[in-house]
């Protein structure tokens, strides 16, 4: 029993069962997987407490004496039991194999993950091409086990699968296998230079150069190579003295030692080659029907021959087109009919993840993308649509997936709005109509026509009032154009109305509009009539008053932009978090206003919101939305403090000193205190938007290159520092959070003020 307890509580039997597996049983709140493998460790430990069957102890005996610990001893076994219980619940639903988890109890001890990478590579270095089931079986062998065991069969899946995602190895088409830094190594690859590409200094390698893409690490003897995506960004002077249309010829060393050098002349074609690139080619795409990459189609011609690139070739791309193959990105096809298929290829792909497990939806969505793309669709077939756009996740994805892509053109624009049409005329009256004008809305707001879709939310309403999804956008609308009252009596019909809105919108509320009639001069003497003027503002609140609901309309567009804004709101509260993983910390991340403000000013959202939405805002919120896109991140003195009303502030980039009206920071700011923050124009004077936080002395200037670089990502990272404890090294070369001692501390300044 020491061995399976160490030291045993108390009070406990552990030659009672149910006490055993007690004390073995995981406590808290653990991984899922930890968890299981916890209840499988007591499967173990009861094998060997009953004696039944004795394998199980003598494995652990024999694991002990070859030096393992008897954690180690008991996590090893466990993943055996564990595979084999996973066989007997998996699709197949297989008995239990005594006999089977018996021999894989004799391949004890398993090889580590690193040392199942580290023979994959060298073998797969040394018999390349290589058969994939052959170099599974040399792996094996090394270790002495048998590829197909369950244990080591799933070891050399997940440790293959990551070789290949990190671009060490390569699966070709015949499944033989490639150890790509060695079969690219010091090949000649070659590139046509354009003008801004000399003009810039950065190369695009989507097709020339994709087969060194895989590489993790490009570096000239300069200085290291910024690869983004596939577009190399080379240091200061790279391409020094060379001209557009100027052919560069281009190697890589195993260990990413990049060399340009300029051809005094294009290298000749070769038949032989381009023939040789088109057989490769037609090879790769036999059997999927779908584009190939450049990269492949060289993979595939060095596998069978090393030495085909020790010379300069033409560019890949010539090749390609000497091929009869169309170049998009990095792919290449030889007819339409292959594009359709990777593009109805990648839509299941991202319908299967937008709906997960719920093929219903799914396969809901797809019909109705389809059927939008037909002629003259059949009235069955439109109100079957209508039933599934009722659904909101269906509707959105339906929506970005028609305008998914670049920009659509006029006549594609016309098409999608013809289909939304059709929904109308098909829908009738009640629900389906409510449905059917709800999509037409969403479809005329990505067609930039704001005051289209207002249209069809008004016919929506009209048709009922009750339904959240219209009532959530034509409040969204109200709002933007300065109807607080109406956007609050629709937000409160609804069963979970947003909260922000609520607050924001309800300190608006009791604004009244003034006797006036819609047709006579307005009262604030523009000499314009009262609904061209200030009828959809709320009297009694001048512009200064509104900054606040101006910058939440900024937000709430934000809001209803998809998955892209999502993304980028998500990105950032990862890197201002600092590990992804951290959920609290993210979520921590995500309740920072500053967050939303780096994406909307850095991220350049803020002004798609002007572009957007600006026709429906009142005039005057329209010229100070305006203002405040010239307006970027600095770093302020304050230079004088009124609390509770105000601060005099310098900006340290221009010498530019501003009055800001403020009532929470002033209150407890201090004169030579810095910040950074955005004062933006209110009409009168200046405001705070945003987030503020406090620069320490000594690292104005760096917060000053990321807030001129508009570098949201890089400020993200800097706040986040600045509420994490500095990181230090012990004289004794241990990492710690506290300083005790002499240290030195790593990581960004602690922040010495107050961030708010």
């Given at each position: 029993?020491?061995?399976?307890?160490?030291?045993?509580?108390?009070?406990?039997?552990?030659?009672?069962?149910?006490?055993?597996?007690?004390?073995?049983?995981?406590?808290?709140?653990?991984?899922?997987?930890?968890?299981?493998?916890?209840?499988?460790?007591?499967?173990?430990?009861?094998?060997?407490?009953?004696?039944?069957?004795?394998?199980?102890?003598?494995?652990?005996?024999?694991?002990?004496?070859?030096?393992?610990?008897?954690?180690?001893?008991?996590?090893?076994?466990?993943?055996?039991?564990?595979?084999?219980?996973?066989?007997?619940?998996?699709?197949?639903?297989?008995?239990?194999?005594?006999?089977?988890?018996?021999?894989?109890?004799?391949?004890?001890?398993?090889?580590?993950?690193?040392?199942?990478?580290?023979?994959?590579?060298?073998?797969?270095?040394?018999?390349?091409?290589?058969?994939?089931?052959?170099?599974?079986?040399?792996?094996?062998?090394?270790?002495?086990?048998?590829?197909?065991?369950?244990?080591?069969?799933?070891?050399?899946?997940?440790?293959?699968?990551?070789?290949?995602?990190?671009?060490?190895?390569?699966?070709?088409?015949?499944?033989?296998?490639?150890?790509?830094?060695?079969?690219?190594?010091?090949?000649?690859?070659?590139?046509?230079?354009?003008?801004?590409?000399?003009?810039?200094?950065?190369?695009?390698?989507?097709?020339?150069?994709?087969?060194?893409?895989?590489?993790?690490?490009?570096?000239?003897?300069?200085?290291?190579?910024?690869?983004?995506?596939?577009?190399?960004?080379?240091?200061?002077?790279?391409?020094?003295?060379?001209?557009?249309?100027?052919?560069?010829?281009?190697?890589?060393?195993?260990?990413?030692?990049?060399?340009?050098?300029?051809?005094?002349?294009?290298?000749?074609?070769?038949?032989?080659?381009?023939?040789?690139?088109?057989?490769?080619?037609?090879?790769?795409?036999?059997?999927?029907?779908?584009?190939?990459?450049?990269?492949?189609?060289?993979?595939?011609?060095?596998?069978?021959?090393?030495?085909?690139?020790?010379?300069?070739?033409?560019?890949?791309?010539?090749?390609?087109?000497?091929?009869?193959?169309?170049?998009?990105?990095?792919?290449?096809?030889?007819?339409?009919?292959?594009?359709?298929?990777?593009?109805?290829?990648?839509?299941?792909?991202?319908?299967?993840?937008?709906?997960?497990?719920?093929?219903?939806?799914?396969?809901?969505?797809?019909?109705?993308?389809?059927?939008?793309?037909?002629?003259?669709?059949?009235?069955?077939?439109?109100?079957?649509?209508?039933?599934?756009?009722?659904?909101?996740?269906?509707?959105?994805?339906?929506?970005?997936?028609?305008?998914?892509?670049?920009?659509?053109?006029?006549?594609?624009?016309?098409?999608?709005?013809?289909?939304?049409?059709?929904?109308?005329?098909?829908?009738?009256?009640?629900?389906?109509?409510?449905?059917?004008?709800?999509?037409?809305?969403?479809?005329?707001?990505?067609?930039?026509?704001?005051?289209?879709?207002?249209?069809h939310l008004q016919v929506a309403l009209t048709a009922r009032r009750d339904w959240p999804p219209v009532l959530e956008r034509a409040a969204w609308y109200a709002s933007d154009r300065g109807d607080a009252a109406g956007a609050l009596g629709l937000l409160r019909r609804?069963?979970?109305p947003p909260h922000h809105a609520l607050a924001t919108l309800g300190e608006f509320e009791g604004s009244a509009q003034p006797d006036i009639g819609r047709n006579e001069p307005c009262w604030c003497g523009s000499g314009r009539k009262f609904k061209n003027c200030h009828l959809s503002q709320p009297q009694g609140y001048p512009l200064p008053e509104?900054?606040?609901?101006?910058?939440?309309?900024?937000?709430?567009?934000?809001?209803?932009?998809?998955?892209?804004?999502?993304?980028?709101?998500?990105?950032?509260?990862?890197?201002?978090?600092?590990?992804?993983?951290?959920?609290?910390?993210?979520?921590?991340?995500?309740?920072?206003?500053?967050?939303?403000?780096?994406?909307?000013?850095?991220?350049?959202?803020?002004?798609?919101?002007?572009?957007?939405?600006?026709?429906?805002?009142?005039?005057?919120?329209?010229?100070?939305?305006?203002?405040?896109?010239?307006?970027?991140?600095?770093?302020?003195?304050?230079?004088?403090?009124?609390?509770?009303?105000?601060?005099?502030?310098?900006?340290?980039?221009?010498?530019?000193?501003?009055?800001?009206?403020?009532?929470?920071?002033?209150?407890?700011?201090?004169?030579?205190?810095?910040?950074?923050?955005?004062?933006?124009?209110?009409?009168?004077?200046?405001?705070?938007?945003?987030?503020?936080?406090?620069?320490?002395?000594?690292?104005?200037?760096?917060?000053?290159?990321?807030?001129?670089?508009?570098?949201?990502?890089?400020?993200?990272?800097?706040?986040?520092?600045?509420?994490?404890?500095?990181?230090?090294?012990?004289?004794?070369?241990?990492?710690?959070?506290?300083?005790?001692?002499?240290?030195?501390?790593?990581?960004?300044?602690?922040?010495?003020?107050?961030?708010?």
């Open positions: 029993m020491k061995f399976l307890f160490g030291s045993v509580p108390a009070g406990i039997d552990v030659d009672d069962r149910s006490e055993r597996e007690a004390l073995l049983a995981p406590a808290g709140e653990e991984d899922p997987t930890e968890r299981v493998l916890g209840q499988v460790r007591a499967i173990v430990a009861n094998q060997i407490a009953d004696d039944d069957p004795p394998e199980t102890w003598l494995t652990a005996q024999r694991l002990l004496a070859l030096g393992q610990s008897r954690e180690k001893v008991l996590r090893q076994i466990a993943m055996v039991m564990s595979a084999q219980l996973a066989a007997a619940a998996g699709p197949e639903t297989r008995p239990y194999d005594a006999d089977e988890y018996l021999r894989a109890l004799a391949e004890l001890p398993l090889p580590q993950a690193e040392e199942i990478r580290n023979a994959f590579v060298a073998l797969a270095r040394a018999h390349q091409p290589v058969d994939s089931d052959a170099l599974d079986r040399l792996v094996a062998e090394k270790f002495d086990c048998r590829p197909d065991g369950p244990i080591m069969g799933r070891l050399l899946d997940v440790v293959s699968d990551q070789l290949v995602t990190d671009g060490t190895l390569e699966f070709l088409v015949d499944d033989r296998v490639v150890h790509l830094p060695d079969l690219t190594s010091n090949m000649v690859l070659t590139h046509r230079l354009i003008a801004e590409e000399v003009e810039t200094g950065s190369i695009d390698g989507a097709v020339d150069l994709a087969p060194f893409a895989r590489h993790s690490e490009l570096r000239l003897e300069e200085g290291e190579i910024l690869a983004f995506g596939r577009r190399w960004g080379l240091p200061a002077g790279g391409l020094t003295d060379l001209t557009e249309g100027r052919v560069i010829a281009v190697t890589v060393s195993e260990d990413g030692l990049v060399k340009i050098s300029p051809l005094d002349a294009p290298p000749a074609g070769d038949p032989a080659l381009v023939e040789r690139f088109r057989r490769a080619y037609d090879l790769l795409v036999e059997e999927p029907e779908v584009p190939a990459l450049a990269e492949e189609i060289v993979y595939e011609l060095l596998a069978d021959d090393r030495t085909l690139f020790d010379r300069p070739q033409p560019p890949l791309a010539d090749l390609c087109r000497e091929a009869g193959l169309e170049v998009r990105g990095s792919m290449v096809a030889h007819e339409d009919r292959l594009w359709e298929n990777q593009r109805e290829i990648q839509l299941w792909y991202r319908a299967w993840d937008e709906f997960e497990d719920d093929k219903e939806s799914s396969d809901a969505a797809l019909f109705v993308l389809a059927l939008a793309r037909q002629a003259g669709p059949g009235w069955a077939d439109l109100k079957r649509a209508l039933n599934s756009l009722a659904d909101e996740q269906i509707a959105g994805f339906v929506v970005d997936e028609l305008f998914f892509g670049e920009m659509l053109d006029e006549d594609q624009v016309a098409s999608v709005q013809e289909f939304a049409s059709a929904l109308i005329r098909a829908a009738g009256e009640g629900m389906p109509k409510v449905v059917a004008h709800w999509f037409a809305a969403l479809i005329a707001e990505r067609a930039e026509e704001p005051l289209v879709a207002d249209a609804m069963p979970d509104r900054v606040g609901w101006l910058y939440f309309k900024a937000v709430w567009y934000l809001e209803h932009q998809g998955q892209d804004a999502l993304d980028e709101v998500l990105y950032l509260a990862e890197v201002r978090a600092g590990d992804r993983e951290d959920t609290a910390s993210v979520t921590k991340a995500l309740e920072d206003p500053l967050l939303m403000d780096l994406v909307l000013t850095e991220r350049a959202w803020f002004e798609d919101f002007v572009d957007a939405r600006g026709i429906l805002l009142p005039e005057d919120e329209l010229l100070l939305a305006q203002s405040w896109t010239l307006v970027d991140r600095t770093v302020y003195e304050v230079e004088k403090v009124r609390p509770r009303i105000g601060l005099t502030v310098r900006d340290l980039a221009t010498g530019e000193k501003l009055d800001v009206r403020e009532r929470t920071f002033s209150a407890k700011a201090q004169k030579g205190w810095m910040i950074c923050a955005r004062a933006v124009p209110d009409g009168e004077t200046n405001q705070f938007v945003g987030g503020i936080f406090s620069v320490q002395p000594g690292t104005e200037e760096q917060v000053l290159d990321m807030c001129m670089d508009g570098d949201g990502e890089a400020l993200a990272a800097w706040v986040g520092a600045l509420e994490r404890p500095p990181r230090v090294i012990t004289p004794e070369g241990e990492v710690s959070t506290s300083v005790t001692g002499h240290a030195h501390v790593l990581g960004e300044p602690a922040n010495p003020g107050t961030k708010e």
